[in-house]
Nanobody, 118 residues
Framework: VQLQASGGGWVQPGGSLRLSCAAS????????MGWFRQAPGKEREFVAL????????YVGASVQGRFTISKDSAKNTLFLQVNSLTLEDTAVYFC????????????WGQGTLVTVSS
């Protein structure tokens, strides 16, 4: 499975972006996908996940109410709508996929940079 994240960029505080993650390859094996982020000098942080088959979603506490995860199964694409951005949201955002090959996320995208600055 190959993952290609896009949609990052520069945005002012309070702004919004829509991140996308296109999956290709053996996508039939994907059971779930998620978004993570890593800010400069910090550890990678979980953002949100979605069960690829049921659509069940879970969003991390730090972004709840501002970020929304969704998917287009027909296009094998994962989305993250990020609203009301703050300086603390500046990070590289990664998408990842679970296939059951391991207990965690088996495949990772290259990341897309979100910079929140005035």
């Amino acid at each position: 499975v190959q993952l290609q994240a896009s949609g990052g960029g520069w945005v002012q505080p309070g702004g919004s972006l829509r991140l996308s993650c296109a999956a290709s390859g053996h996508t039939f094996s994907v059971s779930g996908m998620g978004w993570f982020r890593q800010a400069p000098g910090k550890e990678r942080e979980f953002v949100a996940l979605i069960d690829w088959r049921s659509g069940t979603k879970y969003v991390g506490a730090s972004v709840q109410g501002r970020f929304t995860i969704s998917k287009d199964s027909a296009k094998n694409t994962l989305f993250l709508q990020v609203n009301s951005l703050t300086l603390e949201d500046t990070a590289v955002y990664f998408c990842a996929a679970r296939t059951g090959r391991t207990d965690g996320y088996d495949y990772w995208g290259q990341g897309t940079l979100v910079t929140v600055s005035s």
